[in-house]
């Protein structure tokens, strides 16, 4: 797709009013006051048999001394991962329905066995491939579980909307620690705290026979001393500036937060002009990170703002490196390095070298 023709259509999508709106439209909590689960294991192990063998060979293990990295000691490491196994049973049934549709239940049954994934269907090694899943495949695989699905839901859905879309990569690349902003060490760190991302997460409906709620993304990330807490973020489409729907959306935060979720609201229409900042706020909101004020040296308060120096036309951040910083001769009889200014550009308007 063309860059600047794809940067024009998002910009005309986008209301004037909405223009200067903030991107974090709302947060229950955060990395303040947050919510916290216990991940402690349950008081007695799944296969106490196992068990048993595995802890006295550990203790003939550590009775020997070993140094650090060397292959007894890996083994004991190896041992201790089987102990943990042998406590918690089996959760692998579990993981596999985790791996096709992400739910309440399934999460709290894994949160109280001690045991949450790490692994997700949208977990992908290579950049630029991760998309949600569609809110029809997540209906599918919820039926077949056995919620209440109206058949219409089916068919709707089939896509997910251009700023879902746009704010699930962003979220992808930062949760993968695989964006290339200068981030501080401290946030790194912190980023490495997040145990997994998914989308289209199922929180069952409170009215019985009505269909589940589907949150956009569902962030599990560590929290101290053994504790986890549950993000959801929502995408908000324009729709849900009115009033009838911002009543309909505090019920059900208040709700998702009687169950144990933490709640954030992001501009939909700022995802689809700059998800990577987007997804910063959200993060510097949830985690307390410091560093994304500098990473993005390009963030003006308004989406008209986004313009290219060079081009005159719109532009949008549709991956990490696509506004580019550049430098320019301001006046006439400008000549020395000194002289030229900063400005942001689209990436193939950045002159050479
Ligand atoms: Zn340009």
């Known amino acids: ?33 947050p919510i916290l ?11 106490p048999e196992v068990f048993a063998k595995l802890q006295a060979m550990i203790r003939d293990r550590e009775a020997e001394s070993h140094e650090p990295d060397s292959m007894g000691s890996i ?73 209440a699905i109206p058949e219409q839901f089916l068919e709707a859905g089939e896509r997910s909307s251009y700023g879902e879309k746009e704010a699930f ?7 993968e620690n695989r964006c290339t902003f200068d981030l501080s060490d401290i946030d790194h760190a912190k980023m490495r705290e997040v145990r997994q991302l998914s989308s289209s997460f199922l929180i069952p409906n409170w009215r019985p026979g009505a269909a589940p709620f589907v949150a956009d993304q569902l962030w599990i990330v560590q929290g101290p001393e053994e504790t986890v807490r549950f993000l959801v973020l929502e995408i908000d489409g324009e729709h849900h500036m009115n009033q009838r729907n911002q009543k ?20 939909g229409w700022w995802a689809r002009i700059d998800p990577f900042r987007v997804i910063g706020d959200f993060l510097s909101q949830a985690l307390g990170m410091t560093s994304f004020k500098s990473a993005f040296d390009f963030a ?54």
């Open 1 to 33: 797709m063309d860059e600047i023709e794809n940067a024009r259509r998002a910009h005309l999508s986008i209301p004037g009013p909405l223009a200067d709106s903030p991107l974090l439209l709302n947060a229950t909590h955060s990395y303040q006051n």
């Open 37 to 47: 689960h216990k991940t402690e294991l349950s008081s007695t192990p799944a296969n």
């Open 75 to 147: 083994s004991l490491a190896q041992m201790k991962m089987q102990a943990t196994k042998a406590w918690v049973g089996s959760v692998e049934q579990e993981h596999d329905m985790w791996y096709r549709v992400r739910h309440h239940d399934l999460l709290q049954s894994l949160l109280a066995r001690g045991s949450l994934p790490f692994h997700w269907p949208e977990r992908v090694e290579n950049p630029g491939l991760s998309e949600p899943q569609t809110l029809s495949s997540a209906y599918k695989e919820a039926r077949d579980l056995g919620f």
């Open 169 to 175: 990569y962003a979220a992808t690349e930062f949760a």
């Open 248 to 267: 309909r959306d505090e019920q059900r935060d208040a709700y998702f937060i009687d169950l144990g979720y933490e709640v954030y609201r992001v501009a």
């Open 300 to 353: 003006p308060g308004n989406i008209r703002e986004y313009v290219c120096f060079a081009c005159n036309k719109p532009m949008v951040r549709w991956d990490d490196n696509w506004i580019s910083a550049d430098y320019r001769y301001l006046h006439e009889g400008d000549l020395s390095e000194e002289d030229s200014e900063r400005v942001f550009v689209h990436r193939q308007c950045q002159c050479e070298g």
